[in-house]
């Protein structure tokens, strides 16, 4: 159990271009959920939190209107880059808590952006 | 501010001990948590702690003191695909994960 998918797993796009990633618990309910950037050979960077039912919390840094966060369901929250740069391009990986536990995360396989 | 360090890189021999330490000043405390992440994958979970003492799964140990500030991820029997990033991470009063850089684990044969 405890299973979070992402899809797309590598996307390449144009610069100026949106992607959108999705990111789903397979078996569980989440509330909350949680989206990562992480360079290479960096740790990950929490981007946002992003809460079933309302908007999500930016990390300080983030611009909220380029990376749109829409937490449709308790089981899916997709992220949004819009009008991405090459500079965009990274690991992206979301996470999500079961409802059940506080201090549980699944992560999702990740998703590999690349801007051309 | 909050902060959490790690080793950068250790290395080690097949089938040997190593031990990765961590230590941490956050704004709250709500558990120590492990993950092992391969290269271009995602972060796996290997193990919880909350209170002070040794948690023991398989080859794979974690101790924490929280009076310290203080964790380590012990690995016995060390196999080759061990080799990965070890990452410790701390939740903090607002049950969020503040992450440390990672410790890259190399095996050698």
């Known amino acids: 159990g405890a299973v979070v998918s992402q899809h797309p797993s590598r996307v390449i796009c144009k610069s100026g271009t949106s992607v959108k990633i999705e990111c789903r618990s397979l078996d569980f309910q989440a509330t909350t959920m949680f989206w990562y950037r992480q360079f290479p050979k960096q740790s990950l960077m929490l981007m946002a939190t992003s809460n079933e039912g309302s908007k999500a919390t930016y990390e300080q840094g983030v611009e909220k209107d380029k990376f749109l966060i829409n937490h449709a369901s308790l089981t899916l929250s997709t992220l949004t880059v819009t009008s991405a740069h090459p500079e965009d391009s990274s690991f992206y990986i979301c996470?999500?808590?079961?409802?059940?536990?506080?201090?549980?995360?699944?992560f999702g396989p990740g998703t590999r952006l690349t801007v051309t | 501010g909050q902060n959490i360090d790690q080793p950068t890189e250790m290395t080690a021999t097949e089938g040997a001990i190593v031990q990765i330490n961590c230590t941490y000043q956050t704004s709250g405390f709500n558990g120590l948590f492990w993950y092992q992440q391969h290269a271009g994958e995602a972060p796996t979970f290997l193990s919880y702690n909350v209170l002070d003492g040794l948690e023991e799964k398989g080859r794979f140990s974690s101790f924490l003191s929280r009076s310290k500030g203080y964790s380590y991820l012990l690995l016995k029997e060390l196999q080759m695909k061990d080799s990965a990033s070890y990452l410790c991470a701390v939740m903090d009063s607002n049950y969020q994960l503040i992450w440390g850089a990672g410790t890259k684990l190399i095996i050698k044969p």
């Open positions: 996470s999500a808590r079961p409802d059940r536990v506080d201090y549980e995360q699944y």
